[in-house]
C-alpha cells in the first residue's frame, strides 16, 4: 500500500458506507427523526474564551499514523475524565474502517459529559451532515481538501440551520484562500499533517496562521506533544488545540491532559 494514497482509500471506504447508511435510514427519515431532538451544544462559543487557550480533546483507538494507539478502549470512561478536568469541547473521531470509530460513540461520550462533541470524520455528502445531528454532535469538521467551495458552502449551512457549528480544516495555503472566500466560515482548523502522506509538519501552523483574519476562531490539529507547544500557540493567538493521540497513549489521561495545558 502506497502511503500517499491513504486519503484516497478513506474516501473511497467511507463513500461505501455512505451508501450502505442510506439503504438503512433514508435522508428523508433522517430529517423526520433530527426534529424531536434536544438542542446542540454551543460549540464555537466553548472554545473561543478570550484570553485563554481551548483544548478539544480527541477520542481515538487507532490510526493510520500510528496504528492501534489505545487497546483498552472505552469512549465513555475517556469521555469521563475528559469532563472531571475541564476541557472545553470533545472531538469524537466516528470513521469505522482506519480509525476504529462509530457514529454511535458521540451518545455515549454526551451521556457522561457536558462539553459540546465534534464528529471527526470524513465528510464527503449532505446526508452525513444529518446524519450528524442524529447521532447527537455538536459540530461537524470540514476537510477543505476533499470538498469544493459550493460544498462546504451547502454543509455549513446544512449544520447551520440545525444548530451545529462547523470546523473547516487546511493543511495548505491554497486550501485557506478557498475557505477564505466563503462567508460562512466562523471556525478554521489548521491541520498540521498531511492526510495523503500522513507527515506532520509543525511550520504550517506559523505559516498559515498569519494569513487568517482576526475574527476568525482558529483550532490547531496534530503533532502537539508538549505544554511548550500549547504555549508556543496560546502566544501565537490561537483559540484552541485539538489534541488526541498523546492523550489516547497515556496510561493516566486526566496527568497528561494537565501536564500538556499547564492546568
Known amino acids: 500500500m502506497k502511503k500517499q494514497d491513504i486519503l484516497k482509500e478513506i474516501v473511497a471506504k467511507k463513500k461505501e458506507k455512505i451508501l450502505l447508511a442510506k439503504q438503512v435510514l433514508s435522508e428523508e427519515e433522517l430529517k423526520l427523526k433530527i426534529q424531536g431532538l434536544p438542542a446542540a451544544r454551543p460549540f464555537m462559543e466553548a472554545v473561543s474564551k478570550p484570553r485563554q487557550i481551548s483544548l478539544i480533546a480527541e477520542i481515538k483507538k487507532q490510526s493510520p499514523s500510528a496504528g492501534l494507539i489505545r487497546a483498552d478502549f472505552n469512549p465513555a470512561q475517556i469521555a469521563q475524565i475528559y469532563q472531571e478536568v475541564g476541557v472545553q469541547a470533545i472531538s469524537v473521531l466516528t470513521e469505522e474502517d482506519y480509525f476504529g470509530g462509530s457514529p454511535s460513540f458521540i451518545n455515549e461520550v454526551k451521556l457522561v459529559a457536558q ?75 489548521i491541520n498540521n499533517r498531511d492526510l495523503h502522506t500522513l507527515e506532520v509538519d509543525f511550520r504550517i501552523t506559523e505559516k498559515l496562521y498569519t494569513l487568517i483574519p482576526r475574527d476568525k476562531v482558529v483550532v490547531v490539529e496534530s503533532g502537539l506533544k508538549s505544554h511548550q507547544d500549547v504555549l508556543f500557540l496560546k502566544i501565537l493567538g490561537v483559540s484552541a488545540v485539538l489534541i488526541g493521540t498523546v492523550f489516547m497513549e497515556a496510561q493516566d489521561i486526566r496527568r497528561k491532559v494537565e501536564e500538556l495545558m499547564g492546568w
Do not use: C, N, W
Open 115 to 189: 462539553a459540546p462533541v465534534l464528529r471527526k470524520d470524513f465528510i464527503l455528502e449532505p446526508y452525513q451532515v444529518y446524519e450528524s445531528r442524529y447521532f447527537g454532535a455538536d459540530a461537524i469538521l470540514l476537510i477543505a481538501d476533499l470538498l469544493t467551495q459550493e460544498q462546504i458552502s451547502d454543509f455549513i449551512g446544512i449544520a447551520d440551520s440545525l444548530g451545529m457549528d462547523s470546523l473547516v480544516e487546511v493543511h495548505t495555503e491554497k486550501e485557506l484562500k478557498k475557505v477564505l472566500k466563503l462567508k460562512g466560515v466562523k471556525l478554521i482548523g
